[in-house]
């Protein structure tokens, strides 16, 4: 198993910034892809932005990309989305997600997911 937990979520106006993280713990984290995804109310789970294993590749949601960053730390088992420009649209709860998979950007290809930190961003 590996446990995943978001942080960095918050209230922000619209063109502000914000900095997710996602801390890894349990079985190794050794050769995951990681995946952020977002939910809004009412709406099913959208993907984001992911990363390699060794972070040399990246995918970024057409809706996100330029604005939106993904990084990795392996030393320390984290994951950043760095998030700037942000819009009234990036309203909801954000999760980070592990595979085995690559960096694919569906979600059943994911094994291990958070909980989920909330982003409201006001217009």
């Known amino acids: 198993q590996v446990q995943l937990v978001e942080s960095g979520g918050g209230l922000v106006q619209a063109g502000g910034s914000l900095r997710l993280s996602c801390a890894a713990s349990?079985?190794?984290?050794?050769?995951?892809?990681m995946g952020w995804f977002r939910q809004a109310p009412g709406k099913g789970r959208e993907f984001v932005a992911a990363i390699t294993w060794t972070g040399s590749t990246t995918r970024y949601a057409d809706s996100v990309k330029g604005r939106f960053t993904i990084s990795r730390d392996n030393a320390n088992n984290l994951v950043y989305l760095q998030m700037n420009t942000l819009k009234a649209e990036d309203t909801a709860v954000y999760l980070c997600a592990a595979t085995r998979r690559g960096y694919t950007g569906s979600v059943s290809d994911y094994d291990y997911w958070g909980q989920g930190t909330q982003v409201t961003v006001s217009s």
């Open positions: 349990g079985r190794t984290f050794n050769g995951y892809g």
